[in-house]
């Protein structure tokens, strides 16, 4: 065959059978370097501990558990508003019934029941600082007659007038009580003279017999009143009551 050059097919038939080798030696260093990374980054299964749909999940598990404590505690909210305000009014009605239990209806005054108690305690301050105190019992004079003449509701307004007079005319610290009917009971603690006593009683009585306008009717009434002095007339409260009544 002309122009057939042998060593040149020859060597370019070894030049292709080399260049196939080194590319496929190439690609399989290539394989085995991708092989390599892969083993060296490890891949995390999609539902493995610590995959992300894993945090998903506990992210929406504690907002949940928010939310629902959120509402938990909004609900104690309420409900401890609900309970001081069952509390404030519960307080209020004890103390309504408090002085409906210890304050006379139609005077408002303190009535016997609060008045025995301040005596006793007033006793005991008297005898622990050695002073004096006084027991004013007053009577009203022809209060029926009163009551009867003009009706229950004028007498209980002149009622409601003389408590007033009365408490007018002791001083700060003292107490006036309605006893009870047309009875009323003047304490005076912390004398040092029982001349005081006798002063505070003359007011009383000048201040009852002063006139009285009712329903536009004139009234005019006046008092008799009896005193009890602490230690010289007793020692106890009952006794002193005792002793004030006698002497009115």
């Known amino acids: 065959m002309p122009g057939l050059d042998l060593k040149r097919t020859h060597d370019s038939a070894f030049g292709e059978t080399i260049g196939r080798a080194e590319a496929n030696q190439f690609q399989q260093m290539q394989r085995r370097g991708s092989s390599r990374r892969q083993s060296a980054e490890p891949s995390i299964p999609r539902n493995a501990p610590g995959s992300l749909d894993d945090a ?89 007659i009163v009551n009867d003449r003009f009706g229950h509701r004028a007498a209980d307004r002149l009622l409601s007038a003389v408590g007033a007079r009365i408490a007018a005319s002791v001083r700060a610290d003292d107490i006036a009580c309605r006893y009870g009917g047309d009875e009323f009971v003047a304490l005076l603690s912390n004398l040092n003279d029982a001349a005081i006593a006798v002063s505070i009683a003359e007011k009383i009585r000048k201040h009852i017999g002063e006139c009285y306008s009712i329903d536009g009717i004139e009234i005019h009434i006046t008092a008799s009143i009896g005193l009890a002095v602490y230690p010289t007339d007793g020692e106890r409260y009952d006794a002193l009551l005792n002793r004030a009544d006698a002497a009115m």
């Not at 505690?73 to 309420?78: A, F, G, Q, V, Y």
């Not at 005077?107 to 016997?112: D, I, M, V």
């Not at 005596?119 to 050695?130: C, E, P, T, Y």
């Open 56 to 144: 998903l999940l506990d992210l929406a598990v504690a907002e949940k558990q928010l939310f629902g404590a959120l509402r938990e505690n909004e609900s104690l909210k309420i409900n401890n508003e609900h309970l001081m305000q069952a509390l404030d009014d519960a307080s209020r009605r004890a103390v309504a019934a408090q002085r409906v239990a210890h304050h006379d209806g139609l005077t408002g005054l303190p009535n016997r029941l609060l008045l025995i108690k301040r005596l006793q305690l007033a006793i005991k301050n008297a005898s622990q600082r050695h002073r004096q105190l006084a027991l004013l019992f007053i009577d009203l004079d022809g209060f029926k």
